[in-house]
């Protein structure tokens, strides 16, 4: 497993933007995908978005368009650029990561490490 730290999280007001940061305890260039889910109250986690070990990256139908991950590995950080956020964006946010590459993508079962999570709250 690896340790994960997510940060960037906040009060915006819809139409706003906000960025995600996940530390990652080794380089993200070794671990097979990582990805961001989230969790409104109430509500199941939900795959947002993934970004693989080869740079190709996967969005839920919902923000395709505005949000995007990406990845630094000299910093050893990924990163969800989230823009035009809305109401329905509110959510814990957490940083995952699969190590193995066993499982779909968008499934949480996939990941065998996760964050702690960070609060994002858009207020129309």
């Known amino acids: 497993q690896v340790q994960l730290a997510e940060s960037g999280g906040g009060l915006v007001q819809a139409g706003g933007s906000l960025t995600l940061a996940c530390v990652v305890s080794?380089?993200?260039?070794?671990?097979?995908?990582m990805a961001w889910f989230r969790q409104a109250p109430g509500k199941e986690r939900d795959f947002v978005a993934m970004?693989?070990?080869?740079?190709?990256?996967y969005y839920t139908d919902s923000v395709k368009g505005r949000f995007t991950i990406s990845r630094d590995n000299a910093k050893n950080t990924v990163y969800l650029q989230m823009n035009s956020l809305k109401p329905e964006d509110s959510a814990v946010y957490y940083c995952?990561?699969?190590?193995?590459?066993?499982?779909?993508?968008?499934?949480?079962?996939?990941?065998?490490?996760w964050g702690q999570g960070t609060q994002v709250t858009v207020s129309s």
């Open positions: 995952a990561a699969d190590l193995t590459g066993g499982g779909n993508y968008n499934a949480e079962v996939a990941y065998e490490s």
């Open positions: 080794r380089r993200p260039f070794n671990i097979y995908r």
């Open positions: 970004i693989s070990k080869s740079g190709s990256t």
